[in-house]
């Protein structure tokens, strides 16, 4: 049965947002609705390490992930076409899409296109993206349907933001992929040395780290164009910074696939397995380095990300993005109440004047900056 009955329809309708592309507001209430229930799940993204001769695990906390939420429907004319009485139950920009065939055209276009979207029921918020639609046409009336939105973040208060008086400063980000890069031509040249002639287990590893060496590498070329993004822009906002946040994660796991391939060696040359003991010998002492590189790696990038999650909390900036008509009297009443701050504004993002174009990204402390006393 739908979410709601026609006396809530207004109460408890679930409205999807367009945030980039057209914009445009769909609005589900009463029969249009999905049935119930609408689930909303959320998990924390963490691992787990436990060391040798340490009986309490180490653990590593990465940060909320919402999961993705599928619903179900039947959208049929006899429904969406009446008005009487009642409000549409279905409306695009708040005209009533009085059709089936209309309202799956319009919500198949968002998927299409891959919008940002932000769907609202109740109290509950999500951002993301419509990810799947799935039509099951009866007539060309009646169509039930699936809808699967994936989540990138609750509300907007959860946005990530990097103040520029953070910890992550430009030059910090900017010189990560090459300290990677740096450590990556270091484990490059553990893999030669492998193929030069020692065991044939140090032989296996070495083509193990060469796969894994190429993760590495397309990980910090991938860095190294969000860091772009980033430093070009002064600030990291949104999907940016939790990309920068994910890639950081998965070259902190590369580092520990590869500090565990080394220990299999040295695990290997213990046991004398895989060839000569001397042989073995010279494993062990080529790969206590280059598991030292590989820990490097993991920390290094365990506390880039520890840094820019913690600027992702930050409140000393919000982020303001202008569309068509707005200016920074505008921006000065949305964050402090009066328009009478729009100066400071200006002054603290380096601008001439009040006037502002769409797409144009303005940078809002919380406290009102102080304008230059007048001489």
């Not at 408890?12 to 249009?32: H, P, Y």
């Not at 740096?182 to 002639?197: E, K, T, V, Y």
Request: proline share 4%.
């Amino acid at each position: 049965m739908p979410l709601s009955t026609d006396t809530d329809t207004q109460a408890s309708s679930l409205t999807i947002t367009e945030l980039t592309g057209d914009q445009r507001v769909v609005v589900l209430s009463g029969r249009a609705l999905p049935y119930k229930p609408f689930t909303l799940g959320g998990s924390q993204r963490m691992s787990m390490q436990w060391y040798i001769g340490n009986p309490n695990g180490v653990k590593q906390v990465y940060g909320a992930e919402e999961e993705e939420t599928t619903c179900n429907g039947w959208w049929k004319d006899i429904f969406l076409g009446e008005a009487v009485g009642h409000p549409p139950y279905a409306t695009l920009n708040g005209g009533q899409l009085g059709t089936a065939e209309h309202l799956v055209d319009v919500l198949d276009d968002i998927r299409r296109k891959g919008q940002d979207v932000k769907v609202t029921w109740f109290s509950r918020v999500r951002f993301g993206t419509l990810k799947k639609l799935v039509q099951k046409w009866h007539t060309t009336h009646d169509v039930e349907f699936e809808m699967t939105f994936a989540w990138d973040r609750i509300d907007e208060a959860s946005l990530p933001k990097i103040p520029l008086e953070s910890s992550v400063s430009s030059s910090d980000l900017a010189d990560a992929p090459n300290t990677f890069t740096s450590l990556g031509n270091q484990l490059q040249d553990a893999s030669a040395s492998f193929a030069n002639g020692f065991s044939p287990a140090a032989q296996v590893a070495a083509d193990d780290t060469d796969d894994m060496s190429a993760d590495l590498s397309d990980q910090i070329d991938e860095l190294a164009d969000a860091v772009t993004q980033v430093v070009g822009a002064a600030v990291a906002v949104g999907d940016t910074q939790s990309r920068i946040s994910g890639i950081y994660d998965g070259i902190k796991l590369t580092g520990d696939e590869l500090h565990d391939q080394y220990q299999n060696v040295v695990d290997g040359a213990r046991l004398d397995v895989g060839g000569p003991f001397g042989t073995t010998l010279a494993d062990r002492a080529v790969v206590r380095d280059q598991g030292d590189i590989a820990d490097q790696i993991a920390v290094t990038a365990a506390q880039g990300q520890r840094k820019i999650l913690s600027a992702m909390t930050s409140n000393n900036l919000r982020v303001f993005v202008a569309r068509q008509g707005d200016d920074l009297r505008r921006v000065s009443m949305t964050f402090y109440g009066t328009a009478d701050d729009w100066r400071g504004i200006m002054l603290y993002n380096a601008l001439s004047d009040e006037a502002l174009v769409a797409g144009q990204v303005v940078l809002v402390p919380v406290q009102p900056p102080q304008e230059p006393a007048s001489s």
